[in-house]
């Protein structure tokens, strides 16, 4: 009988029969006349166990001279043993080499500590460590579920451009790009555009990469990074953050069903994520700064909060270990927030806006807003901001013709997957992070 094709991830459908597993040496230890080849696929790894007795000698020898990373098809047995990550070992049968890594020329990461520069010098190697790889397997499962949530809730993907003739989110941190000798820049956000396709179809949302010459190096900020973004016509703020708050619960419990192993393999405490359900907390930004203010008076912030400002990062951080689940701020004062947004009227010096602050010191993970919908508002601010009215003619046209009131939240792709998997920085969210001193490789 020939052996079947398995992945190490389905080991367990295959427990007393031969396999055969298309990878990689991870590593490998030796004791006596037995050898321990460990593996790994891209689904998981598994270790091998082959006796000078109970293989070839050509077997025998070409395991004990193998090296790390050369590729290989495994034939071996599969037999469940408790103790064993993953609950399988393999009796190992045969073993055929596709290319032996030289010892002339080892694999430059070893199983002992890198720091992290060597290793994103080598990012297009480091992302085969299982750790790297779950991180990696973790994302795809936000996406996936990200995009789910709305193709199945009635949201239509309408993708905005990439290259585009004006800021959205002010001018200091574009990217300017020659288009044909005329400026353009890489995109920030695509709201603007999706604005006009929401009051075209309704429920939309946009994915994609976005671009942000932050020149501040913090473990939170990317030059590119994706974005998820929904708009939709005739919701207000409150229908926002209910929306905010079902979308993020959905993404969440998504990996804990479909991606549990990788969190264990990542070390991540899931209990943390299993309390991520709807309702989260509301805290108006003055509650909010009114707390931060309390907190230094009690020695717990060494920098005053003054009130009127932006949260910094010490805040953010504080303000989200107060709380189990993220925490929607609503309302910041108008001023240091964006020009589209509409203001509140109870008290216009405050915007209908909201960021959602991922707990465990996470941080924004949501910025979203109601916007403007009168055009004399909007052309003001617009003028207000230094912003080129020439370019925003036609999004002047979404309040000319048949406006109404509409709001759309962004949510950072990397900040999310930051915050699931307990990471200390957004480098290792991403295949290939760009930061203000990275474009390699
Ligand atoms: O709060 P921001 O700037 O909001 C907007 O761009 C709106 N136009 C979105 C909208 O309403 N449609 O960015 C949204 C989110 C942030 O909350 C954060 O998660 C992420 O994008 N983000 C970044 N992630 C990584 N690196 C950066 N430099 C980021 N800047 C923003
Ligand atoms: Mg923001």
């Known amino acids: 009988q020939v052996p079947a094709a398995a992945t190490i991830s389905t080991l367990g459908q295959y427990d007393g029969q031969s396999v055969t597993l298309h990878g990689w040496l991870y590593n490998s230890r030796e004791s006596g006349k037995l050898i321990f080849p460990i593996f790994r696929d891209g689904t998981g790894t598994v270790q091998g ?16 001279n193998l090296t790390q990373e050369s590729s290989v098809i495994v034939t071996g047995k599969v037999r469940a043993d408790k103790r064993a990550p993953g609950g399988y070992e393999l009796d190992i049968e045969n073993v055929q080499v596709i290319q032996r890594v030289p010892e002339s020329d080892p694999y430059p990461i070893t199983p002992k500590e890198h720091g992290v520069d060597f290793l994103m010098e080598r990012r297009h190697l480091w992302i085969r460590s299982p750790r790297q790889s779950a991180i990696l397997r973790i994302r795809a499962e936000i996406m996936r579920a990200a995009a789910e949530y709305f193709d199945s809730n009635g949201f239509v993907r309408t993708d905005p451009p990439i290259l585009t ?26 709201q603007l555009y999706i604005e006009s396709t929401a009051l075209a179809l309704g429920k939309v949302y946009s994915f994609g990469p976005t671009f942000r010459a932050e020149k501040s190096k913090t473990r939170r900020h990317l030059t590119e990074f994706w974005m998820v973004e929904p708009e939709v016509a005739f919701m207000d703020l409150d229908g926002l953050m209910t929306l905010a708050e079902n979308y993020i619960s959905h993404i969440v419990q998504s990996v804990l069903k479909n991606r549990r192993s990788e969190l264990e393999v990542i070390g991540r405490d899931i209990a943390r994520l299993e309390a991520i359900t709807p309702p989260f907390p509301r805290l108006r930004y003055d509650e909010a700064a009114k707390m931060l203010q309390q907190a230094h008076a009690d020695g717990h912030l060494e920098n005053p909060f003054e009130y009127g400002n932006d949260f910094g990062s010490p805040d953010e951080t504080w303000l989200t270990q107060q709380f189990e689940k993220p925490v929607m701020v609503h309302r910041y004062p108008a ?5 589209y947004m509409e203001p509140d009227p109870q008290d216009p010096t405050y915007a209908l806006c909201v960021d959602v602050l991922a707990p465990e010191g996470y941080g924004e993970v949501i910025g979203g807003s109601q916007r403007v919908a009168s055009y004399e508002l909007l052309k003001s601010r617009i003028e207000s901001h230094d912003l080129p009215l020439e370019s925003f003619q036609w999004y002047l046209d979404l309040r000319r013709y048949g406006s109404v009131p509409h709001s759309g939240f962004g949510m950072g792709i990397e900040r999310v997957v930051a915050w699931i998997c307990g990471l200390d920085h957004v480098r290792e969210t991403i295949p290939f992070a760009r930061t203000l001193h990275r474009i390699y490789p």
């Open 165 to 190: 003739p004006a800021a959205c989110e002010g001018t200091s941190t574009l990217f300017p790009v020659d288009y044909f000798g005329d400026p353009a820049f890489l995109t920030q956000s695509g």
């Open 49 to 64: 166990v082959a006796h000078v007795k109970s293989v070839s000698p050509e077997v025998f020898d070409t395991l004990k």
């Open 335 to 339: 001023a240091v927030k964006a020009f």
